[in-house]
């Protein structure tokens, strides 16, 4: 934008300039000639009475004395032919002064004056005085070099004059696109101060009003997840209950340990939702354990339903950069896919390695397959949330990676999770 109101300021300046100073120009030049052409006029007027009355060698000494002083060629013509001073032939206009008529006219060096002298009792004589063109056009070029320069300093002028009242219009404008660029980062609480023009200072406010109302509407939303997740409580309970009822207690252990589990991820979900924050510092996990721990986890039921497992990992720890949490729900949502939408007996693998610089996750069944369009955000073609996916691919993005979804070699379907490279430890 700045660049642009130099660019019209400097060309309606110039226009301007150019519309002024051209005119001016030719003006300076017009007058340069009319004062030599005034000029050699006064000084041929000197010598109408001397020409008029003395004799020629008066005249001759009076017109070479004219001559040293002026630096121009003067020259008289007397009726009987003779020519005084300097030696030129008759032009056209002296051949038209001698007949009683006083012009000037335009010659081969420049101008000249010629003035019928009338009176003398031999006839009509002529003083012819030529004025040079470096004299018609002495001072024009220094006078257009002081309007150039003049022009010169006006449009730079113009252009700092324009590049300050951009930096008023540009400045609050920038500062509008930080603020967001920061709204679209998650800062909320980002506000720009009304600056500029009305217009721009009208913007600001709506803006800073539309963080407002984003701010009021997530805690809205996300106090209605934390609504309905507490309500997720009671049956929680009752499952906890009835698991400590089963007369087998290792069922009763592996019952209740899922419902705790189930507790604590609810627990977390509120938390997350009611005190939603940004870490103060990056987030990191250890890929090798949660993985070795979920899939220990799944792989009770793995036995119940007659699923081969093949598990393949790589010694850890093996920390990326995304949070315990987000990974365990992840690695949950893959899983638990499996079950979900491939029949019991339905063998499985799952990898994680470190491949080309990034941790990669890869669960493998033998089933159907996924269907086209799976990946997408609440799509689903089996009667479930379509969640499940979208949890996993954010997980991934959050690491730097990404989800991919493809066909097993072996029949079914392959999903790989990719981490992004292995990050530092997270702390203690």
């Given at each position: 934008m700045r660049a642009r109101l130099a660019l019209l300021v400097a060309s309606v300046s110039v226009l301007t300039?150019?519309?002024?100073?051209?005119?001016?120009?030719?003006?300076?030049?017009?007058?340069?000639?009319?004062?030599?052409?005034?000029?050699?006029?006064?000084?041929?007027?000197?010598?109408?009475?001397?020409?008029?009355?003395?004799?020629?060698?008066?005249?001759?000494?009076?017109?070479?004395?004219?001559?040293?002083?002026?630096?121009?060629?003067?020259?008289?013509?007397l009726p009987d032919g003779t020519v005084l001073g300097a030696q030129t032939p008759r032009t056209p206009a002296v051949a038209l002064a001698a007949r009683g008529q006083s012009l000037t006219g335009e010659s081969a060096v420049g101008r000249e004056v010629v003035i019928a002298v009338q009176g003398r009792a031999d006839g009509t004589g002529v003083i012819r005085i030529a004025v040079p063109q470096h004299e018609l056009t002495a001072g024009v070029t220094r006078a257009w070099l002081v309007l150039a320069l003049l022009g010169v300093i006006l449009v730079l002028i113009g252009l700092l004059v324009a590049d300050r009242l951009a930096r008023t219009l540009v400045r609050p404008i920038s500062d509008l696109s930080a603020v967001s660029h920061r709204l679209a980062n998650a800062e909320l609480d980002a506000r720009v101060t009304p600056a500029g023009p009305p217009e721009l200072r009208e913007v600001a406010g709506a803006l800073n009003h539309l963080a407002t109302r984003i701010q009021v509407l997530l805690v809205q939303e996300r106090e209605q997840v934390a609504d309905l997740s507490h309500q997720l409580r009671t049956p929680l309970t009752a499952l906890r209950l009835e698991a400590e009822s089963l007369r087998d207690p290792d069922d009763a252990a592996r019952i209740t340990a899922a419902a705790d589990g189930l507790e604590r991820a609810v627990t977390g979900l509120i938390r997350q939702a009611r005190w939603r924050h940004t870490p103060a510092q990056p987030a990191a996990s250890d890929a090798a354990a949660i993985v070795a721990d979920r899939v220990a986890f799944w792989s009770v039921l793995a036995e119940d339903t007659g699923r081969a497992v093949t598990l393949d990992l790589t010694p850890g720890p093996l920390p990326v950069g995304v949070a315990a949490d987000n990974l365990t729900a992840a690695v949950d949502a893959l899983l638990g896919n499996v079950f979900a939408h491939t029949p019991d007996g339905t063998p499985f693998a799952v990898r994680l390695a470190s491949e080309a610089g990034e941790v990669v996750l890869t669960v493998a069944d033998e089933g159907p397959g996924m269907p086209a369009g799976a990946i997408r955000r609440g799509a689903s073609a089996a009667g479930s949330t379509g969640l499940g996916l979208d949890i996993a691919r954010r997980a991934a993005q959050a690491a730097g990676g990404r989800l991919e979804v493809r066909a097993n070699p072996g029949g079914g379907a392959q999903v790989l999770l990719r981490l992004g490279p292995p990050v530092s430890p997270p702390e203690a």
């Amino acid at each position: 934008m700045r660049a642009r109101l130099a660019l019209l300021v400097a060309s309606v300046s110039v226009l301007t300039l150019i519309a002024f100073l051209v005119p001016l120009a030719l003006l300076v030049r017009t007058v340069a000639e009319d004062r030599a052409t005034v000029r050699a006029t006064a000084d041929a007027q000197s010598l109408v009475p001397v020409v008029g009355t003395a004799d020629a060698a008066t005249i001759r000494l009076t017109v070479e004395q004219l001559a040293a002083e002026s630096g121009r060629q003067v020259s008289v013509f007397l009726p009987d032919g003779t020519v005084l001073g300097a030696q030129t032939p008759r032009t056209p206009a002296v051949a038209l002064a001698a007949r009683g008529q006083s012009l000037t006219g335009e010659s081969a060096v420049g101008r000249e004056v010629v003035i019928a002298v009338q009176g003398r009792a031999d006839g009509t004589g002529v003083i012819r005085i030529a004025v040079p063109q470096h004299e018609l056009t002495a001072g024009v070029t220094r006078a257009w070099l002081v309007l150039a320069l003049l022009g010169v300093i006006l449009v730079l002028i113009g252009l700092l004059v324009a590049d300050r009242l951009a930096r008023t219009l540009v400045r609050p404008i920038s500062d509008l696109s930080a603020v967001s660029h920061r709204l679209a980062n998650a800062e909320l609480d980002a506000r720009v101060t009304p600056a500029g023009p009305p217009e721009l200072r009208e913007v600001a406010g709506a803006l800073n009003h539309l963080a407002t109302r984003i701010q009021v509407l997530l805690v809205q939303e996300r106090e209605q997840v934390a609504d309905l997740s507490h309500q997720l409580r009671t049956p929680l309970t009752a499952l906890r209950l009835e698991a400590e009822s089963l007369r087998d207690p290792d069922d009763a252990a592996r019952i209740t340990a899922a419902a705790d589990g189930l507790e604590r991820a609810v627990t977390g979900l509120i938390r997350q939702a009611r005190w939603r924050h940004t870490p103060a510092q990056p987030a990191a996990s250890d890929a090798a354990a949660i993985v070795a721990d979920r899939v220990a986890f799944w792989s009770v039921l793995a036995e119940d339903t007659g699923r081969a497992v093949t598990l393949d990992l790589t010694p850890g720890p093996l920390p990326v950069g995304v949070a315990a949490d987000n990974l365990t729900a992840a690695v949950d949502a893959l899983l638990g896919n499996v079950f979900a939408h491939t029949p019991d007996g339905t063998p499985f693998a799952v990898r994680l390695a470190s491949e080309a610089g990034e941790v990669v996750l890869t669960v493998a069944d033998e089933g159907p397959g996924m269907p086209a369009g799976a990946i997408r955000r609440g799509a689903s073609a089996a009667g479930s949330t379509g969640l499940g996916l979208d949890i996993a691919r954010r997980a991934a993005q959050a690491a730097g990676g990404r989800l991919e979804v493809r066909a097993n070699p072996g029949g079914g379907a392959q999903v790989l999770l990719r981490l992004g490279p292995p990050v530092s430890p997270p702390e203690a």
